[in-house]
């Protein structure tokens, strides 16, 4: 058990070190005047938006407090926000609140997010978001 304790403690703490550098970086370099973010491949190749297109931006803008540009830059990215949250929080209380982690992964709302996103990358790209 002291063993099983102590690995979930080193995964968390290598978890968040990774979260705080990959904040830290987004936040002091700019995704659209820096060449180290890598560019949307889908987007070179057939010159459409992904769901994801701008999402680099939009991280930038945010941890800068910029909301309007990371709208702009990706709109359901700022969107998705409080339902990653959800998401995050259902996660982490998975094995204390089961009724509350099904209830989020239910297929119902798995199925409706993949709805949002697909109805996202056609409208973008139909009316230019």
Request: contains cysteine; charged residues 15%; proline residues 3%.
């Amino acid at each position: 058990m002291a063993v099983d304790v102590r690995r979930r403690v080193i995964m968390v703490c290598a978890a968040a070190v990774i979260f705080i550098v990959a904040a830290w970086f987004y936040f002091s370099f700019d995704p659209a005047s820096t060449h180290l973010f890598p560019k949307c491949l889908f987007l070179q190749v057939t010159g459409f938006k992904c769901p994801g297109c701008g999402s680099q931006r939009a991280v930038h803008a945010i941890l800068n407090g910029d909301m309007v540009t990371a709208w702009r830059m990706n709109a359901f990215l700022v969107a998705a926000i409080p339902v990653i949250a959800v998401m995050l929080v259902a996660e982490l209380m998975r094995t204390r609140n089961r009724a509350f982690y099904k209830s989020v992964n239910s297929r119902v709302v798995v199925l409706s997010v993949l709805f949002l996103i697909v109805m996202w990358w056609v409208l973008r790209n139909i009316i230019g978001c």
